[in-house]
């Protein structure tokens, strides 16, 4: 065991450690451990990141006031109406619906 590490013990969902074995088995991973760890890693970084979001809406609606459910869908609407597809596949599934209706 590395230095500065320390061993614990959890109880795990099979097909989850199913999905660590095939890791190491398929190279992606050093060892068991070492793809718990960076799922964990991972899960910590994502979790300081929705706090950090969380703060900044937080300080938003003490400024401004509450976020509405109506400019919620208003952004979602603007948000579809902005996106570009960046993968053919999209359209072209479009494109064939179209010509076949």
Same mark, same amino acid.
């Given at each position: 065991?590395?230095?500065? &590490?320390r061993?614990?013990?959890?109880t =795990?969902?099979?097909?989850? =450690?199913?999905?660590?074995?095939r890791?190491?088995?398929?190279?992606? %991973?050093?060892?068991?451990?070492?793809?718990?760890?960076?799922?964990?890693t991972?899960?910590?970084?994502?979790? *300081?990141?929705?706090?950090?979001?969380?703060?900044? /809406?937080?300080?938003?609606?003490? *400024?401004f006031?509450? /976020?509405?459910?109506?400019?919620?869908?208003?952004?979602?609407?603007?948000?579809?109406?902005?996106?570009? =597809?960046?993968?053919?596949?999209?359209?072209? &599934?479009?494109?064939r619906? %179209? &010509?076949?209706?």
């Amino acid at each position: 065991m590395t230095p500065g &590490k320390r061993r614990v013990t959890v109880t =795990v969902d099979p097909e989850l =450690v199913d999905a660590g074995n095939r890791a190491v088995a398929g190279g992606s %991973a050093d060892s068991f451990s070492a793809w718990v760890n960076a799922a964990m890693t991972e899960r910590a970084r994502r979790d *300081e990141q929705l706090a950090h979001l969380q703060s900044a /809406i937080d300080d938003y609606e003490t *400024e401004f006031g509450e /976020i509405t459910v109506e400019e919620m869908a208003a952004q979602r609407r603007a948000d579809r109406t902005d996106a570009r =597809v960046v993968r053919g596949r999209h359209a072209a &599934k479009r494109g064939r619906a %179209a &010509k076949s209706a």
